[in-house]
T-cell receptor, first 116, second 112 residues
Framework: DSGVTQTPKHLITATGQRVTLRCSPRSGDLSVYWYQQSLDQGLQFLIQYYNGEERAKGNILERFSAQQFPDLHSELNLSSLELGDSALYFC???????????????FGEGSRLTVL | GEDVEQSLFLSVREGDSSVINCTYTDSSSTYLYWYKQEPGAGLQLLTYIFSNMDMKQDQRLTVLLNKKDKHLSLRIADTQTGDSAIYFCAESPLSSASKIIFGSGTRLSIRP
């Protein structure tokens, strides 16, 4: 058990809909990362928050947004869903503060999104 | 740019050594990592190497770093069935704040 909790574990929805994925980081970790894992594109970095503020951004679509709340949990919002958004979405937390920090990423078990 | 590349599949016989290779593009990367993903689970850190090191050994795992060629490898000695998993190489580019870039993963399967 990594200490990172993601809900829901599985989600099936239709194209055009909007969903929210939730992540609770390990106790004490200020950083939260979101990754998308799909069969054809591997593990893609989406976005990172540190103590409530956006720290780094990757290949995140404009239809997607995220935030980190004062209690440090994070939500990833996916809207106008398309078939190609079907994937496993991972949240990871860390005590990392920068690139010179070795801090390990602790991954949740992921939220599997299926768009029909 | 930031890109990490790995081959997608590797099959080895039980008891043999497995060597998983990775190339990365950002020479500013400070740390390079190997993560393991078992079926139905999230990724877990296996080991990491600092960019000024050439080699790191940890029990059955040996990491080799060729900084000139931007090539990283993970050797697993005496591969066991429990080593079946997807192995991800990752880099931490100094130029990209604190984000970590992962490769697409290499699926290691073990033959009896």
């Amino acid at each position: 058990d990594s200490g990172v909790t993601q809900t829901p574990k599985h989600l099936i929805t239709a194209t055009g809909q909007r969903v929210t994925l939730r992540c609770s980081p390990r106790s004490g970790d200020l950083s939260v990362y979101w990754y998308q894992q799909s069969l054809d594109q591997g593990l893609q970095f989406l976005i990172q928050y540190y103590n409530g503020e956006e720290r780094a951004k990757g290949n995140i679509l404009e239809r997607f947004s995220a935030q980190q709340f004062p209690d440090l949990h994070s939500e990833l919002n996916l809207s106008s869903l398309e078939l190609g958004d079907s994937a496993l979405y991972f949240c990871a937390s860390s005590s990392r503060t920068g690139a010179i920090d070795t801090g390990e990423l602790f991954f949740g078990e992921g939220s599997r999104l299926t768009v029909l | 740019g930031e890109d990490v590349e790995q081959s997608l599949f590797l099959s080895v016989r039980e008891g043999d050594s497995s060597v998983i290779n990775c190339t990365y593009t950002d020479s500013s990367s400070t740390y390079l990592y190997w993560y393991k993903q078992e079926p139905g689970a999230g990724l877990q850190l296996l080991t990491y190497i600092f960019s000024n090191m050439d080699m790191k050994q940890d029990q059955r795992l040996t990491v080799l770093l060729n900084k000139k060629d931007k090539h990283l490898s993970l050797r697993i000695a005496d591969t066991q069935t429990g080593d079946s998993a997807i192995y991800f190489c990752a880099e931490s580019p100094l130029s990209s704040a604190s984000k970590i870039i992962f490769g697409s993963g290499t699926r290691l399967s073990i033959r009896p």
